[in-house]
């Protein structure tokens, strides 16, 4: 059983401080925003968002996009409360007419689906020809969502998907870095010190996390300053970002 799953991402609208001082201990959804907020606000048109939560990527788009989500029925097993702006669907089929969307999201989706070649393969239908499909997925992540954490992918996984597809023209990237990856670890081994799997244990597990929690916010800092240095080391980033073309 996983222990504590991971926080459900509110937008900057609904939660606007949390969303943005999550952002100095939590890598992973550092250098989401980071990404998407280069992308999302040049789309327009119809944007579907696929696995959209709560979602809180809706106000990191433009004013001229019309914003759909989906998510599957067991969405609340994933932490999700319901959304309006959500339509809930079987996860395999996704309900709506080939060409129908200018764009598509998949933001840290495709990891948990057992069939991800489907899921591209449904994105890809749904969109117009010339329309844009933005993914993100970890790497360098812990197991997260049991029992539905099923992959991890590499470039050149995701080069061959996106290719078996039909995506002609798309590019990957390293979302985050080694650095970036190192102070997330540190986060979490002082996280898992503060709240031992068994209570009886905090008599040295607090004691050791004081110790290391200075550690810690050092290499915390030195991955946010890192990320201001595009050519820094990233062979095992936190995760990647792909942006294709239909």
């Known amino acids: 059983m996983e222990r504590t799953k991971p926080i459900a991402v509110k ?8 969303f943005w001082a999550r952002q100095f201990l939590d890598l992973q959804l550092k250098t989401i925003v980071g990404c998407l907020s280069k992308e999302l606000p040049r789309l327009s048109g119809k944007i579907l968002d696929i696995g ?52 598509a999201l998949c933001i840290e989706v495709l990891e948990h689906t057992e ?10 239908r749904v969109l117009k020809p010339g329309g844009i499909f933005i993914l993100t ?4 992540a812990r197991v997260h969502h049991l029992p539905f954490d099923y992959h ?29 990856t190192i102070a997330n670890k540190l986060v979490i081994a002082v996280w898992s010190l503060f709240f031992p799997a068994r209570k009886g244990y905090r008599f040295w597990s607090v004691p050791m996390g004081l110790m290391i929690s200075p550690i810690c916010l050092i290499f915390v ?26």
């Open 11 to 18: 937008g900057p609208k609904d939660a606007p401080l949390m």
């Open 52 to 103: 959209a939560g709560e979602c809180p990527w809706k106000y990191l788009l433009g004013n001229e996009a019309v914003y759909q989500g989906i998510d599957i029925q067991s969405a609340s097993e994933f932490g999700m409360k319901q959304s309006s702006d959500v339509i809930y669907y079987d996860g395999v089929t996704i309900p709506f007419l080939p060409n129908e969307f200018d764009a």
């Open 115 to 124: 069939d991800p070649a489907v899921l591209l393969a449904e994105a890809f």
């Open 137 to 140: 997925i970890p790497w360098s």
């Open 152 to 180: 991890r992918f590499t470039p050149l996984q995701l080069e061959r998907l996106f290719k078996q597809t039909g995506f002609s023209d798309f590019r990957i990237q390293a979302r985050g870095n080694n650095f970036c």
């Open 221 to 246: 800092m030195i991955a946010h300053i890192s990320l201001f240095f595009p050519k820094c080391d990233n062979d095992d980033p936190l995760g990647y970002v792909a942006v294709g073309k239909k």
